[in-house]
């Protein structure tokens, strides 16, 4: 872990798809580093033990269920989370699914299903967010892209597809908000040590017609760093993006990948 103690202290954070992985281990970190954070995840049961958890070890952390792909409900969520904490100034918008198939296999149901939670979560996110942030003066609006928002991977089309479009709401957004004193950013993580990671590793086993082993020694044999990435070293490049010394830093897709991209 890096030093992270008070980097965050006062910032009061939303993080979504909290209830596990990705975005439970950055709603730690914010803790650890000083923020108070409210999880939000369609996982009710899910995000209420991952926000006890926080409070048990002594972290200002509450949890609310909701589905990103329901404006209603995701709105009134991002208000009660700035009623409770006072104000937002940080927002993670990290909720995703994953789709693999093959073009021929996939159904127009499977690629909506994508692009409503990946890319349409991450807009309504960061568009019901935005009248507190600029309440608060301004702050970060954080989302989780992926390598494959970078570059394109077979039979994951949809799934490429919705990730490079949040890299387009990223960039678009950093322009449009810099005189609000928004930064707007991505991380980019490649394969993570999460639930996510496991649905990837049974679908690549089913489509390469491997087992699970043989299937995971494919998917790291790309990685120069030999090993997927933990969901911490992923989190600590959130708390970087939404800390003071990320100050001049908007508008980029962070790329936490053990060196897969460069080769
Ligand atoms: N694990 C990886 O290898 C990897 C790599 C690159 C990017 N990512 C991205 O990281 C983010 C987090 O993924 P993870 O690896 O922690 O996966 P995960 O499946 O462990 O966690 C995803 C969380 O999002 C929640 N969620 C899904 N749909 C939702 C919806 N409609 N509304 C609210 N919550 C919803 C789930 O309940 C779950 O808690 C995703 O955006 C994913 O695309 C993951």
């Known amino acids: 872990m890096i030093g992270v103690t008070g980097t965050l202290e006062g910032r009061r954070a939303i993080v979504t798809g909290g209830a596990r992985g990705i975005g439970a281990a950055a709603a730690r970190r914010f803790c650890e580093a000083g923020a108070q954070v409210v999880l939000a995840d369609r996982d009710q049961d899910g995000v209420s033990a991952a926000a006890a958890a ?25 208000d009660e989370a700035a009623e409770l904490l006072g104000g937002l100034d940080l927002v993670l918008a990290n909720a995703g699914v994953l789709t693999v198939n093959p073009l021929a296999d996939l159904s127009l149901a499977e690629f909506e299903h994508t692009m409503r939670v990946n890319v349409f979560g991450t807009f309504l996110t960061f568009k019901h967010a935005l009248g507190h942030l600029k309440a608060a003066g301004g702050g970060a609006l954080l989302c989780t892209t992926s390598q ?48 996510m990671y496991r649905e990837l590793v049974r679908e690549r086993a089913r489509l390469w017609r491997l087992d699970s082993e043989a299937a995971q020694a494919r998917l790291q044999e790309t990685i120069p760093l030999g090993r997927p990435a933990t969901p911490e070293e992923v989190a600590d490049a959130f708390v970087y993006l939404a800390s003071p010394a990320a100050a001049y830093v908007s508008g980029i897709a962070l790329v936490i990948d053990g060196g897969e991209l460069s080769g």
């Not at 949890?63 to 969520?77: P, S």
């Not at 990223?170 to 930064?183: F, H, K, P, T, Y």
């Open 148 to 195: 494959a928002g970078v570059r394109g991977y077979r039979e994951m089309s949809a799934y490429c597809a919705s990730k490079f479009a949040v890299v387009g709401l990223v960039e678009s957004l950093a322009l449009e908000l810099a005189s609000d004193g928004i930064r707007v950013c991505a991380v980019a993580p490649g394969i993570t040590q999460t639930e």
């Open 54 to 78: 926080l409070r048990a070890a002594g972290f200002q952390a509450h949890a609310r269920a909701a589905d990103v792909t329901d404006e209603a409900a995701l709105g009134r969520v991002i």
